[in-house]
């Protein structure tokens, strides 16, 4: 059960976007469609943003996209707003019902 | 009001027990699955436990696999976690989480547990 790799920091100017990495293996990412990905404000509990890699749950803006390739997921936050600014965690289904995440990605809008 | 609400967490010393708790409301509890999911003092998330909806699979972290105990009561809408020979590495928030689509799609807002002499 190791953790996805997630790079510590990104960053971007209001209205860029950016993207954020996870990478794991092929016995969690690469070997299941069940990638999510949750955002957390300091002092809160985390929001989630996307499940099975590309799906948004009502009420997420499309600002916010997901997709795979291989064993490496990926986040990318479009247009971004001060409100962005926050922690983003991966997450993957593994082998034999158990879940792992990343590491978390502090995103800092600049 | 679809939310869950964690309880029992607090200071206990190195090898002690807690039974946290987290009520539910606003959905069919008795249909889906529950995990508890923890955060350490500024570090990242961490997957615990597991539970299918009638309570008869569950899962565990290494970590925590032969110490801590998954249960739900579905007449009382209730999710347990049993911690027993705690650890300083077990010092963290706990959060209550249901599954749906394999993700964790709605948080308690956590209860702390600190271990500590």
């Known amino acids: 059960q190791s953790a996805l790799t997630q790079p510590p920091s990104a960053s971007g100017s209001p209205g860029q976007s950016v993207t954020i990495s996870c990478t794991g293996s092929s016995s969690d990412v690469g070997g299941y469609n069940y990638v999510s990905w949750y955002q957390q404000h300091p002092g809160k509990a985390p929001k989630l943003l996307i499940y099975?890699?590309?799906q948004r749950p009502a009420g997420v803006p499309n600002r916010f996209s997901g997709s795979k390739s291989g064993n490496t997921a990926s986040l990318n936050v479009s247009g971004l707003q001060a409100e962005d600014e926050a922690d983003y965690y991966c997450?993957?289904?593994?082998?034999?019902?158990?879940?792992?995440f990343g590491g978390g990605t502090k995103l800092t809008v600049l | 009001e679809v939310q869950l609400v964690e309880s029992g967490g607090g200071l206990v010393q190195p090898g002690g027990s807690l039974r946290l708790s987290c009520a539910a409301s606003g959905f069919s509890f008795s249909k889906v699955w529950m995990q508890w999911v923890r955060q350490a003092p500024g570090k990242g998330l961490v997957w615990v436990s597991r539970?299918?909806?009638?309570?008869?699979?569950?899962s565990y972290a290494d970590s925590v696999k032969g110490r801590f105990t998954i249960s739900r009561d579905n007449a009382k809408n209730t999710l347990y976690l049993q911690m027993n020979s705690l650890r300083a590495d077990d010092t963290a928030v706990y959060f209550c989480?249901?599954?749906?689509?394999?993700?964790?799609?709605?948080w308690g807002q956590g209860t702390m547990v600190t271990v500590s002499p």
């Open positions: 989480v249901r599954t749906l689509y394999f993700a964790f799609d709605m």
């Open positions: 099975e890699v590309t």
């Open positions: 997450s993957s289904y593994a082998n034999i019902n158990a879940w792992v």
């Open positions: 539970i299918e909806s009638d309570g008869t699979d569950r």
